[in-house]
């Protein structure tokens, strides 16, 4: 299924004796290959509207559709042999090898033995499952171990849809950052179309490409992708939800690829010394940054730029120092922790690309 988008259009679901629908006219689209998150309080719905995309809940009213086909079309099996499904509590089979559990869909599907022994061996590498600990059994593996084997087993029959209901809310919060990087760096690869409920905004906003923040009774109050969820709420419960610290929030997604970097003062060690004395004098700033071949080598204060050729002085090493991908947030930490008003931008050949200032991260939140 090429188009793995799934769509919502109108879907309720009313519980027996409830006094209000657990989800009311939902309408609401998944995009094939995105990561979208379910969040919002205790009772919105979010888990029901997850389990309802793979039936585990059947809808009361309206549609759904997975790649333009209504899922109620197709068989419980045939469903769910396309939708993947993690969950918190993991549900490994106890008695089973790690390998034995991730291979049970294949087996399941009548893959010959050769065929699902090399796709236990590729996920086992996809996910970070050292090939020793396929014949142990889930209780020797601590709970980061084993949540690597319950994405390692939903991706197994390589579904195009990949359904995850708090899949990290049972570890600790240093492995559970571990993991969740672990998830943006495998969707970087394998590009599933990712449903995922989280009640942690944080957590949302790292991972999500779209968020859709649901209130009780399962009424969508905004989806969007994060920055604009954290930049321009839809109400006040939108912004209540995501929390006062919204500019901080942004500065963990925005990178400083996307800033305006300022070329500073910073010459080649071949240039004139004339050329240096008259850059420092119209920039106003205390020192000159060094290149060769446009390697930043370091920078010099101004008071040395006298009489010696600029290729006669010895650069001090640039301590605030930030590459296109480093987030607003770490280039802030890095201006503020090195008592620096200015931090440098290199490449990864530390080509000098230009600088980052207190002002341009502000610029970069307001545009």
Known sequence: MTDSAIELRGVTKSFPGAERPAVAPLDLTMRAGELTVLIGPSGCGKTTTLRMINRLVNPTDGTITIGGVDIREQSLTDLRRGIGYVIQQIGLFPHRTIGQNIATVPKLLGWSKAQTEDRVAELAEL????????????????GGQQQRVGVARALAADPPVLLMDEPFGAVDPIVRAHLQHELLALQERVHKT????????DEAILLGDRVAVLNVGGILEQVAAPDELLANPANEFVASFVGNERSIKRLSLATVAGLALDPGPVLDVGAPLDEAKALLSSSGFDWLGLTREGR???WVPAEQIREQPLEALAP?????????????????????TARSSVALVVDEGDHYLGSVTLESIREGLSS
């Open 194 to 201: 990712i449903v995922l409920v989280t009640h942690d905004i």
């Open 127 to 142: 996910v970070g499952i050292d090939a020793t600990m396929l014949k142990r059994y889930p209780a020797e593996l601590s």
């Open 296 to 298: 930043f080598l370091g």
């Open 316 to 336: 001090e090493p640039a301590v605030a120092q930030l590459h296109p991908s480093s987030t607003l947030r770490e280039a802030l930490e890095v201006i503020l």
